[in-house]
């Protein structure tokens, strides 16, 4: 017989610490973002395939060869989420939220699917959250999400990172640059990866993305132009203001000239913050303005502008600067039944106690040195023997672990006795 007891490749399981991080990580991005007046938003995991295609674009890897696809039973071709954006768009769209007042600032937090090559800080399912704030054009909207990307990570308690902020203009200056690049790469177009030279015609700004060392080699001998010196005057008028307004907010940025996101949606500002520590996989997040985004979905002309931060990879960087996340609620008693009488009253008592007071019992009955042993395993304050007696007084006798006092309490006053700090 075969087993089936490993996780697939590139997903994990999360459980006790690397759970609580992700918590810890979602419940502060929650604070600021609902402070900032997001409200959150759940969009289903898998949409129709178009919705990325449209979205994300067709010449990104996301599209051409990381995408979890399948066709339902209805012949409809439908995609795992690789990213959140796409969706929030979507939904914007569909439920009208046009004529909210504007701008929305909605945030998300939950699992996305990328088929690719698992390795340290990249799943194949990975959790990501995010924060899209649609309908305004402004630069302060750009340097507000920006804010709130750098804030968040910064209150969890990260030191070593980098914001990197960069701009990849408006639809036509990348145009322009798309040209520049085809007419500068062209003639060592067969020193190009096989990838890259079909990029040359179809996109040729994701070649600046390719991570084949002969394409960094060619794009370095050709000393090849960066995208920000081929901004038209509109958008360095807003890359200058984004700029402006978050060296008045105090978020520390550098300048990245030639940023390339994997993503086709953005126009003008876009941005990653990258951790020192964290090797190949060192951005944390990324993010950037995404103007057109909505028509390509077939909606009417909205600006949007948001981010997304990988869960798993701030929890890594977390590790790294030995922030752990918070600990696990302890447990406050162990109630061991003596006889096996006193079984069903030993769980009556815990779920007397539930949910202001952490309480197990066993389900077996124990003798008294060994229930404080396990107690003390479970790392229990108390341990509450429930024996014959205790059971005709309708009472616990509670021993404090650590003094080894000990006091019989009355069972429907022992929520209150432990409130009160138990004190024997
Ligand atoms: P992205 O840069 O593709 O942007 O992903 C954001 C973050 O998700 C990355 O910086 C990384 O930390 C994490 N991430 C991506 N792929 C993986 C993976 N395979 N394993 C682990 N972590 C991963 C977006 O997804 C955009 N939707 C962000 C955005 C929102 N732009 C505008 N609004």
Redesign the pocket.
């Given at each position: 017989m075969t087993h089936v007891t490993k996780a697939v490749k590139?997903t994990h399981d999360l459980f006790k610490e690397s759970l609580r991080c992700q918590q810890a990580v979602v419940s502060r991005a929650r604070e600021w973002l609902e402070a900032a007046g997001a409200s959150e938003i759940a969009t289903p995991v898998f949409e129709l395939t178009e919705v990325f295609e449209r979205g994300?674009g067709e010449s990104t890897d996301?599209v051409q060869k990381?995408m979890f696809t399948f066709t339902d039973r209805g012949n409809r071709s439908l995609t795992l989420r690789?990213?959140?954006?796409?969706g929030?768009v979507r939904a914007y769209i569909e439920h009208g939220m046009k004529v909210w007042p504007q701008p929305v600032r909605l945030w998300y937090a939950g699992p996305?699917f990328?088929a690719?090559r698992?390795q340290k800080?990249?799943?194949?399912?990975?959790?990501?959250v995010?924060?899209?704030l649609l309908g305004s054009a402004s630069p302060l909207a750009d340097a507000e999400?920006v804010a709130l990307s750098y804030r968040i990570l910064e209150t969890l308690g990260l030191r070593d990172m980098k914001l990197k902020l960069g701009s990849v203009g408006d639809a036509e200056d990348r145009r322009r640059y798309n040209q520049y690049l085809r007419e500068a790469l062209s003639p060592r177009q067969d020193d190009l990866s096989p990838d890259s030279q079909r990029r040359l015609s179809t996109n040729p700004m994701r070649i600046l993305d390719s991570k084949s060392e002969d394409d960094r080699q060619v794009l370095k001998e050709l000393g090849i132009r960066p995208m920000l010196e081929f901004l038209g005057p509109g958008a360095r008028e807003h890359f200058e203001a984004v700029k402006r307004i978050l060296g008045g907010l105090g978020v520390p940025f550098e300048v990245d000239p030639a940023i390339v996101?994997?993503?086709d949606?953005?126009a003008r500002t876009?941005w990653?913050?990258h951790h020192e520590q964290l090797g190949a996989?060192s951005?944390?997040?990324?993010?950037?303005?995404?103007d057109g985004l909505a028509e390509l979905l077939g909606g009417p002309p909205t600006p949007?502008?948001?981010?997304?931060?990988?869960?798993?990879?701030?929890c890594l960087a977390l590790e790294a600067e030995g922030v752990s996340p918070p600990p696990e609620r302890t447990l406050d008693i162990y109630i061991a039944p003596l006889g096996e009488e006193q079984l069903e009253l030993a769980l009556a008592a815990a779920a007397s106690l539930w949910p202001e007071v952490r309480a197990e019992y066993a389900l077996s009955p124990r003798k008294p040195g060994k229930a404080i042993r396990e107690a003390e395993k479970r790392g229990a304050r108390f341990v509450g023997l429930l024996g014959e007696e205790e059971a005709r007084a309708g009472a616990l006798t509670i021993k404090d672990i650590a003094s080894g006092r000990q006091q019989t309490v009355p069972l429907n006053r022992v929520r209150e006795w432990l409130e009160s700090g138990g004190e024997l």
């Amino acid at each position: 017989m075969t087993h089936v007891t490993k996780a697939v490749k590139g997903t994990h399981d999360l459980f006790k610490e690397s759970l609580r991080c992700q918590q810890a990580v979602v419940s502060r991005a929650r604070e600021w973002l609902e402070a900032a007046g997001a409200s959150e938003i759940a969009t289903p995991v898998f949409e129709l395939t178009e919705v990325f295609e449209r979205g994300v674009g067709e010449s990104t890897d996301i599209v051409q060869k990381e995408m979890f696809t399948f066709t339902d039973r209805g012949n409809r071709s439908l995609t795992l989420r690789p990213e959140g954006t796409a969706g929030v768009v979507r939904a914007y769209i569909e439920h009208g939220m046009k004529v909210w007042p504007q701008p929305v600032r909605l945030w998300y937090a939950g699992p996305m699917f990328r088929a690719e090559r698992p390795q340290k800080g990249r799943q194949r399912q990975f959790h990501q959250v995010g924060f899209e704030l649609l309908g305004s054009a402004s630069p302060l909207a750009d340097a507000e999400a920006v804010a709130l990307s750098y804030r968040i990570l910064e209150t969890l308690g990260l030191r070593d990172m980098k914001l990197k902020l960069g701009s990849v203009g408006d639809a036509e200056d990348r145009r322009r640059y798309n040209q520049y690049l085809r007419e500068a790469l062209s003639p060592r177009q067969d020193d190009l990866s096989p990838d890259s030279q079909r990029r040359l015609s179809t996109n040729p700004m994701r070649i600046l993305d390719s991570k084949s060392e002969d394409d960094r080699q060619v794009l370095k001998e050709l000393g090849i132009r960066p995208m920000l010196e081929f901004l038209g005057p509109g958008a360095r008028e807003h890359f200058e203001a984004v700029k402006r307004i978050l060296g008045g907010l105090g978020v520390p940025f550098e300048v990245d000239p030639a940023i390339v996101r994997g993503l086709d949606y953005y126009a003008r500002t876009s941005w990653e913050i990258h951790h020192e520590q964290l090797g190949a996989q060192s951005a944390l997040g990324g993010g950037g303005r995404y103007d057109g985004l909505a028509e390509l979905l077939g909606g009417p002309p909205t600006p949007g502008v948001g981010w997304a931060l990988g869960i798993e990879r701030v929890c890594l960087a977390l590790e790294a600067e030995g922030v752990s996340p918070p600990p696990e609620r302890t447990l406050d008693i162990y109630i061991a039944p003596l006889g096996e009488e006193q079984l069903e009253l030993a769980l009556a008592a815990a779920a007397s106690l539930w949910p202001e007071v952490r309480a197990e019992y066993a389900l077996s009955p124990r003798k008294p040195g060994k229930a404080i042993r396990e107690a003390e395993k479970r790392g229990a304050r108390f341990v509450g023997l429930l024996g014959e007696e205790e059971a005709r007084a309708g009472a616990l006798t509670i021993k404090d672990i650590a003094s080894g006092r000990q006091q019989t309490v009355p069972l429907n006053r022992v929520r209150e006795w432990l409130e009160s700090g138990g004190e024997l």
